[in-house]
């Protein structure tokens, strides 16, 4: 029997101690962040009206096309207001000749002209000019043009429609050149809640693509029904494969510990609610009880340890203290 012995223990080999990652704490800022469902939001966007009555007579966009500034995007047939502005460009002419004629024959003969004829010629070329313009105005509400550079996310109307002032919207703009990305910051958090917190989107519908920013401005009071502040996060958009309406998986750092002692998050070991680190001291895994601090998932706060602490990094590796270790 114990000849069998012998010879199973010289089959098996040695027992070799287990092989694990190290690493010492460093110091460093860590942030406490705080998960929330978040959407993206244009940065400005508008329903484009008539501010005239009329027909439309061409649209000259469609839905997905991109405009610049002061672009034309929708004429409207305004026909007698084309009538009104011929007539008041009459009035101006005839109100011109006899100022002008009036104000000659004043100059040579301001004795056979009355100062108040004079007057009154000026004041009649002033209301035709004033008539005029305001024509010209009207008629220059026949043409909608876009009031900053977006892309046209919705065509409501088609040539023959007719349209009124402050109807009906011709075409909804939308700038998303930057969007808006649009969290409901929870009470319990709000008041932690600065410009300038860092904020990481992640867009599971572009791949689980994670983008980081900051936050840029904070509401000014809470949802009474949601209890919730709303808060944003600007986010650059130059290639466009941000869309509005898309979530993301918001994280905002809401608290931030200065020259905290980190360690890889794969150093703590957790059992039901107490806290632990492996230190290798003399070949061995010295488990060592600890109160973490704040976690982010790659690095965790455990005060307490020493810049010469070597802490093992067993991840999902079960240890056991004083289990026989050496450093991969």
């Given amino acids: 029997m114990i000849r069998s012995l012998l010879l199973l223990c010289v089959a098996l080999g040695p027992v070799h101690a287990l092989e694990v990652s190290a690493a010492k704490p460093e110091r460093g800022t860590i942030h406490r962040w705080v998960t929330l469902p978040a959407e993206f939001a244009p940065w400005q966007h508008v329903d484009l009206h008539a501010r005239i009555d009329g027909f439309v007579n061409s649209i000259r966009v469609d839905l ?16 007698e207001l084309q009538a009104d502005l011929i007539r008041q460009d009459a009035e101006v002419a005839a109100a011109e000749s006899a100022a002008k004629r009036l104000q000659e024959a004043f100059a040579k003969s301001p004795d056979l002209v009355l100062p108040q004829e004079v007057d009154d010629a000026s004041a009649r070329l002033a209301v035709a000019r004033a008539n005029q313009s305001r024509a010209r105005t009207l008629l220059d509400f026949a043409q909608v043009k ?10 409501l109307l088609h040539p023959g429609a007719f349209v009124s002032a402050g109807g009906t919207p011709l075409l909804r703009l939308a700038d998303t050149a930057t969007l808006r990305l649009r969290i409901p910051m929870v009470e319990i958090e709000a008041s932690l809640v600065t410009k300038g917190q860092p904020v990481q989107a992640k867009v599971e519908a572009l791949g689980g693509v994670v983008l980081p920013g900051t936050v840029s401005r904070v509401g000014g009071d809470l949802d009474p029904k949601s209890r919730t502040l709303m808060i944003e996060a600007d986010f650059a958009n130059p290639d466009g494969r941000l869309r509005p309406g898309l979530f993301a998986s918001a994280r905002v750092g809401v608290e931030r510990h200065e020259g905290a002692t980190l360690i890889p998050v794969a ?19 010295v488990k060592t009880p600890v109160k973490p601090g704040f976690n982010d998932g790659i690095k965790v706060e455990v005060p307490g340890l020493l810049p010469d602490d070597l802490i093992l990094l067993p991840g999902s590796t079960p240890l056991t203290d004083g289990q026989e270790v050496t450093i991969k």
Avoid: M, N, Y
């Avoid at 997905?64 to 026909?79: F, K």
């Avoid at 876009?146 to 065509?155: K, Y």
């Avoid at 703590?268 to 806290?275: I, Q, T």
């Avoid at 632990?276 to 061995?284: A, D, L, M, W």
């Fill in 146 to 155: 876009a009031p900053f550079a977006g892309i046209v996310t919705e065509r």
């Fill in 267 to 285: 150093g703590l070991v957790k059992e039901k609610a107490a806290s632990f680190v492996f230190k290798h001291i003399g070949g061995k895994a």
């Fill in 64 to 79: 997905g096309d991109r405009v610049q500034q002061g672009d034309l995007l929708v004429r409207i047939d305004v026909p």
